[in-house]
C-alpha cells in the first residue's frame, strides 16, 4: 500500500440533495401537493419520510416547505406566532441551511410561512404559501376513532356526529366549546381540521388571496385550501361561531388592541397580555407602519358580514 | 454558508412544478414553465419510479420512458400526456381514471396541448377564483363534456400547455363553455 493517506482512502465528499429530501420524496411530496390543491379539504396520503427532526415537531410542514423551497425564496417561521422560539428557529436553519433561502420575520415578506398553531395577523396576498404544521389531521377522530371510517365518513360527507357534538356542547354549556382546530367546511364538501390555530385565525382562511397547504407528518397526510375557497366553521345558523373575546385585552408592549394576545401571569397574581404575532410586535415596536390586517383596529373582520354578532341560546 | 448544490435539474423541475401548482391554485390564470419542451419537462417534474403515464405519442413516450415510469393503457395510467387532442386522443381521454368517492386521489391528471386564448371562451367559478375568471382554449369540445360526467370530488385535474403557457383546470372547477 503504497498511498495510504487518509484522503486516498475516504470516499470523496457527497453533499447532501438539495433541501435534504432526495428527489423521489421531492417529487412525491409535489405529485401529492397537487392533488391536494385539487381536491380542497381532501385528506392526500403521503410517504411522510424521515428527518433529523421527531415527527410531532412539525416534519410534516418541513417537508412541504423543503419541497417548494428555493435559493431565492424567502422563509418565514412561526410556533405558536412567535419567530424566536426553540422550535421555530430549528426549523428555520435546517430549511435555509439546506436551501440557502433568506429568512424573514416579516409576514409580508415572506414567499413561504410555515406556522405551527397561528396565522399572522397580517392580510397575506396571492402567490404566497402558508404551511401548517398538523398534529392531528383528523376532525372525526373524536367521535370515530376507525381511521377507515372516518374515511368512509368522508367520502359520503356524513358529518351529522359532528353537528351532535356541537349540538351536545350547546345543550350542556350552551356554546361551542372548541378552540383550536375548530373543524371547518371547505368548499361545501369536505370537514378539515384547520390544525390547532385559534378559533380567531379560522376564518382567515375563508376566502383568502393565500394557498394554505397542511401536512401532518406522523400520520402522513396532507391537504390544502386553495385560494378563494370557502371555508366555514361548523355552527348552527341560529347560533353563529364565535372567536375568543378578547376585546379588553391591551398588549403591554405596544397598547394594541383586537389583536390575538398571549396571556401572561404577573408577580401580583394579575394577568398582562402582549400580542401573539410576534413579527406584527415587531414591525409596530419599530414605527414600522404594518400592512392591513384582518381584524382591524375596531375588531372588525375584513370580510363584512362573516363573524355574525354573539346568541347565547335559552 | 454553503448548501447543497441546487442543480440545474432540480432548477428547472422546482420551476415546472411550481408553475403547475400556481396554475392549479388559480385556475385559468396563465402560468409559465422554464424553457424547453413543456410536456416532457412536466414530465420530468412529476414522473419516476413510482408512477404511471400513457402518451399516444411515440417520441413522447420516448422521452417519458427516461424517468423509469411505466408506460400503461390509458385506463390504468396516472399520468397522461397528449400533444393534440384528436379524435384517438378523446376516445383515450374517455378511458382515463376518474377515482371514486373514497378515494379521489386515483384520478388520473391529463396535460394536453392546445392553444390558449382562442377558441371556446370559458367561464370558470369554483375554488381559486375571485368570482369568475375567463379563458379561450381551442381544444375539442367533447373534452368538455367529458369532463363533465364526473361529479365532484371525482374526475381528472388538466393542464393546458401552449408553448412554456400552462393554464390548470383542476376537478373543483366548474366550466362553463360560452357559444362561440
Known amino acids: ?314 | 454558508m454553503t448548501h447543497p448544490a441546487f442543480t440545474p435539474a432540480e432548477a428547472r423541475q422546482r420551476d415546472t412544478f411550481l408553475a403547475l401548482m400556481w396554475a392549479l391554485s388559480y385556475p385559468g390564470r396563465t402560468a409559465t414553465l422554464p424553457a424547453g419542451d413543456a410536456l416532457a419537462g412536466i414530465g420530468e417534474a412529476l414522473l419516476d419510479l413510482e408512477t404511471t403515464y400513457y402518451t399516444p405519442d411515440a417520441a413522447l413516450a420516448a422521452l417519458l420512458a427516461r424517468s423509469g415510469a411505466r408506460r400503461l393503457p390509458p385506463d390504468r395510467a396516472a399520468y397522461h400526456f397528449y400533444p393534440q387532442v384528436d379524435a384517438a386522443a378523446l376516445a383515450d381521454i374517455a378511458l382515463a381514471a376518474v377515482g371514486s368517492m373514497l378515494y379521489p386521489d386515483d384520478a388520473a391528471t391529463l396535460i394536453i396541448g392546445c392553444r390558449l386564448h382562442s377558441g371556446a371562451a370559458l367561464r370558470l367559478t369554483g375554488p381559486g377564483i375571485p368570482g369568475e375568471q375567463r379563458c379561450q382554449v381551442a381544444a375539442a369540445p367533447e373534452l368538455w363534456s367529458l369532463r363533465a360526467r364526473s361529479p365532484f370530488p371525482t374526475g381528472w385535474d388538466v393542464f393546458l400547455v401552449d408553448g412554456l403557457q400552462v393554464v390548470g383546470l383542476p376537478r373543483s372547477t366548474r366550466l362553463h363553455v360560452d357559444a362561440l
Open chain 1, 1 to 314: 500500500m503504497s498511498h495510504s493517506t487518509l484522503a486516498a482512502l475516504a470516499t470523496p465528499r457527497a453533499d447532501y440533495s438539495y433541501a435534504f429530501l432526495d428527489a423521489f420524496a421531492r417529487r412525491e411530496l409535489r405529485r401529492r401537493t397537487l392533488k391536494a390543491i385539487a381536491i380542497p379539504g381532501y385528506q392526500v396520503p403521503y410517504a411522510s419520510r424521515e428527518l433529523p427532526i421527531a415527527r410531532g415537531w412539525g416534519t410534516g410542514g418541513l417537508q412541504v416547505s423543503l419541497a417548494l423551497v428555493g435559493p431565492q425564496s424567502v422563509v418565514k417561521v412561526i410556533d405558536q406566532g412567535a419567530d424566536d422560539s426553540v422550535n421555530a428557529a430549528n426549523l428555520r436553519r435546517f430549511i435555509t441551511r439546506m436551501s440557502g433561502a433568506a429568512t424573514t420575520t416579516d409576514a409580508l415578506q415572506a414567499t413561504i410561512l410555515q406556522s405551527r398553531h397561528r396565522i399572522p395577523e397580517e392580510i397575506l396576498r396571492e402567490y404566497q404559501t402558508l404551511v401548517l404544521q398538523v398534529p392531528d389531521p383528523e376532525p372525526l377522530r373524536a367521535v370515530q376513532s376507525d381511521s377507515s371510517r372516518a374515511h368512509q365518513m368522508h367520502a359520503d360527507a356524513d358529518y351529522g356526529q359532528m353537528w351532535l357534538v356541537l349540538y351536545e356542547q350547546l345543550v350542556r354549556y350552551r356554546q361551542y366549546l372548541q378552540g383550536a382546530s375548530y373543524p371547518s367546511l371547505v368548499n361545501g364538501r369536505y370537514v378539515i381540521s384547520p390544525s390547532p390555530i385559534p378559533r380567531w385565525d379560522t376564518p382567515k382562511l375563508h376566502q383568502a388571496a393565500h394557498l394554505t397547504l397542511l401536512a401532518a407528518g406522523r400520520e402522513k397526510r396532507l391537504y390544502a385550501v386553495p385560494p378563494y375557497t370557502d371555508v366555514y366553521p361548523l355552527e348552527f345558523t341560529d347560533v353563529p361561531f364565535q372567536v375568543e373575546d378578547q376585546r379588553d385585552w391591551r398588549c403591554r408592549h405596544t397598547g394594541v388592541q383586537h389583536k390575538f394576545m398571549n396571556e401572561l401571569p404577573l408577580a401580583d397574581g394579575s394577568a398582562g397580555y402582549e400580542l401573539s404575532d410576534s413579527g406584527y410586535q415587531q414591525k409596530i415596536t419599530a414605527g414600522t407602519a404594518p400592512g392591513a390586517t384582518y381584524y382591524d383596529d375596531q375588531g372588525n373582520f375584513y370580510h363584512d358580514g362573516y363573524l355574525k354578532p354573539p346568541v347565547r341560546p335559552e
